[in-house]
C-alpha cells in the first residue's frame, strides 16, 4: 500500500488447505504434526504458522512444486488462497479442498501510485460488472458454482 495504489476489491479469497483424496485431514487444525507446503515468504506461510503453529512448514518456490511434493508424499496438504487450491486441484482430481477459509484475502488490482483517474476508472468499471452480472458470469466461468454476491469495494479490518 505504500508503493502501490489498489482497485476496489473483485474477489474475496479464504486461504484453505489442499489434500490427497484419501487424506483424513479435514481442516487447518489437522495439519499439526503434519508437513504443510507454502510459497517462501507468502502471507500463506505465515498463515500456517499462525493458525497450525505445530505444522512442519515445506517452504518452496511455487505452489506448482508444492503440488509435486503432495504427490510425492513430501508434504501431506498445501495451504493457501482457494482460488490457487482450486487451480491446483483441478491439475490434479486426486486431490481434495477441506475445510472452511480461515482468513480473508481481499484481492484489488495494483496500480502505480499517483494514477488516481486510472484507480477511478477501474473502480468504476469493477461497479458497473458487479451490478450489469459481469462479474458473476466471469466468476461461474472459472470458479464454478454457487456465485456468491459479489464482495463489497472496501473491507472493514478490525
Not at 513430501?74 to 477441506?98: E, F, H, W, Y
Not at 481481499?106 to 494514477?115: M, Q, S, T
Request: aromatic share 8%.
Amino acid at each position: 500500500m505504500q508503493q502501490i495504489d489498489f482497485s476496489d476489491i473483485y474477489y474475496m479469497a479464504g486461504q484453505q488447505v489442499l489434500v490427497k483424496r484419501d487424506s483424513p485431514i479435514a481442516s487447518i487444525q489437522d495439519t499439526n504434526g503434519k508437513r504443510v507446503c507454502a510459497a517462501k515468504g507468502s502471507t500463506s506461510e505465515q498463515n500456517v504458522r499462525k493458525f497450525a503453529p505445530q505444522a512442519e512448514l515445506v517452504l518452496l518456490d511455487s505452489y506448482t512444486e508444492c503440488l509435486t511434493a503432495l504427490q510425492q508424499g513430501r508434504a501431506d496438504a498445501i495451504s493457501t488462497d482457494d482460488v490457487i487450491l482450486k487451480g491446483l486441484q483441478k491439475q490434479d482430481p486426486n486431490t481434495k479442498i477441506v475445510g472452511e477459509p480461515f482468513t480473508k484475502e481481499p484481492y484489488g488490482i495494483g496500480i502505480k501510485k499517483g494514477r488516481p483517474e486510472f484507480v477511478k476508472f477501474i473502480n468504476d468499471l469493477l461497479a458497473q460488472m458487479k451490478r450489469d452480472g459481469r462479474w458473476a458470469a466471469i466468476y461461474k466461468q472459472y470458479l464454478g458454482e454457487p456465485v456468491p454476491a459479489p464482495p463489497p469495494a472496501t473491507i472493514e479490518y478490525n
